[in-house]
């Protein structure tokens, strides 16, 4: 059998159009493997972010537990006060989620509550700040205040908002652990103590 002009572009078109299709595919394959990658890639970022957020939400936990008593009783009037007492509170981890944009990518939940902690972390360090450079505009205005700089009660004043900041944090960091759930790779005591202060039960 002859083939015909008409019947050989039709197998030309036919098989024109198979090409097409199987390109088309092929593209759309390719990009949603990239973006199938590219979603893991920022899941594994956001899990890694999250880790340095929850070890650091153990780790500032503990620095605000060793000061707490010491808060406690100079806000009550128990004690003097002897400086501020702040401690090693770390906010880097807060710092990369937000960076790498981590946020996206984890329950809102989570989300709310680590910018929570951020935020208050941003207040306590900006008071201790403040009060800091208050001081030392004052020894600046007095030189005279250099041998006696405190001011006991405006630190027992300051002392007490960051009591008040810390109940804060501790709710926030109790949250947060009940959100993400324990990890093995820490020590169950610290996480323990953590929400037991938290929740005011110690």
């Given at each position: 059998?002859?083939?015909?002009?008409?019947?050989?572009?039709?197998?030309?078109?036919?098989v024109l159009?198979?090409?097409?299709?199987?390109?088309?595919?092929?593209?759309?394959?390719?990009?949603?493997?990239?973006?199938?990658?590219?979603?893991?890639?920022?899941?594994?970022?956001?899990?890694?972010?999250?880790?340095?957020?929850f070890a650091?939400?153990?780790?500032?936990?503990?620095?605000?537990?060793?000061?707490?008593?010491?808060?406690?009783?100079?806000?009550?009037?128990?004690?003097?006060?002897?400086?501020?007492?702040?401690?090693?509170?770390?906010?880097?981890?807060?710092?990369?989620?937000?960076?790498?944009?981590?946020?996206?990518?984890?329950?809102?939940?989570?989300?709310?509550?680590?910018?929570?902690?951020?935020?208050?972390?941003?207040?306590?360090?900006?008071?201790?700040?403040?009060?800091?450079?208050?001081?030392?505009?004052?020894?600046?205005?007095?030189?005279?205040?250099?041998?006696?700089?405190?001011?006991?009660?405006?630190?027992r004043m300051?002392?007490?908002?960051?009591?008040?900041?810390?109940?804060?944090?501790?709710?926030?960091?109790?949250?947060?652990?009940?959100?993400?759930?324990?990890?093995?790779?820490?020590?169950?005591?610290?996480?323990?103590?953590?929400?037991?202060?938290?929740?005011?039960?110690?």
């Amino acid at each position: 059998m002859i083939a015909t002009k008409s019947t050989t572009q039709a197998s030309y078109w036919k098989v024109l159009g198979i090409e097409g299709l199987l390109i088309m595919v092929s593209v759309f394959m390719g990009m949603w493997l990239q973006a199938w990658y590219e979603n893991r890639s920022h899941e594994a970022v956001a899990e890694r972010a999250l880790e340095g957020v929850f070890a650091q939400a153990i780790e500032n936990c503990r620095t605000i537990l060793s000061i707490r008593e010491y808060y406690q009783q100079v806000a009550a009037g128990e004690r003097s006060p002897e400086g501020l007492r702040i401690g090693n509170l770390r906010t880097e981890a807060w710092a990369f989620l937000i960076a790498s944009e981590s946020l996206v990518q984890i329950d809102y939940p989570v989300a709310r509550t680590a910018t929570a902690i951020q935020n208050e972390q941003e207040f306590y360090l900006g008071l201790v700040d403040a009060y800091t450079q208050a001081l030392f505009n004052l020894v600046i205005s007095d030189p005279t205040l250099m041998k006696e700089w405190r001011h006991p009660e405006a630190e027992r004043m300051v002392i007490a908002d960051l009591l008040r900041s810390q109940d804060r944090l501790l709710e926030h960091y109790v949250r947060l652990i009940e959100l993400i759930g324990d990890r093995d790779d820490y020590q169950h005591i610290e996480t323990d103590r953590c929400l037991q202060a938290g929740k005011g039960d110690s």
